[in-house]
């Protein structure tokens, strides 16, 4: 009913910046918050930024390096990445909150992920 595809997740060097996308299609009525998501090895899931029509917010350890940003048209969600850290390296999933009516719930899709690696 509703697909997330990321994109922009490869390796970089300590200090080097990636930009990752993700864009949602179907039956979308809205989207209210998005945020990404990232999970490195043998560590939980953490909330790395989300963003609403009103407000943004970060993890303490990316402020000042990593910009969230949403384009309503398109139903996509970008994180740019700035002076990127070997401790960055993890896989990332962007997370979207969408009703699929008026009156329907808000229900949250996940992305499949995308493979971040800060490496020299």
């Known amino acids: 009913q509703v697909q997330l595809v990321e994109s922009g997740g490869g390796l970089v060097q300590p200090g080097g910046s990636l930009r990752l996308s993700c864009a949602a299609s179907g039956s979308i009525f809205s989207i209210n918050a998005m945020s990404w998501y990232r999970q490195a090895p043998g560590k939980q899931r953490e909330l790395v930024a989300t963003?609403?029509?009103?407000?943004?917010n970060y993890q303490d350890s990316v402020k000042g390096r990593f910009t969230i940003s949403r384009d309503n048209a398109k139903k996509a969600v970008y994180l740019e990445m700035n002076s990127l850290k070997p401790e960055d390296t993890a896989v990332y999933y962007c997370?979207?909150?969408?009703?699929?009516?008026?009156?329907?719930?808000?229900?949250?899709?996940w992305g499949q992920g995308t493979q971040v690696t800060v490496s020299s």
């Open positions: 997370k979207l909150n969408i009703r699929h009516g008026a009156l329907s719930v808000v229900i949250a899709y």
């Open positions: 963003i609403t029509d009103s407000s943004t």
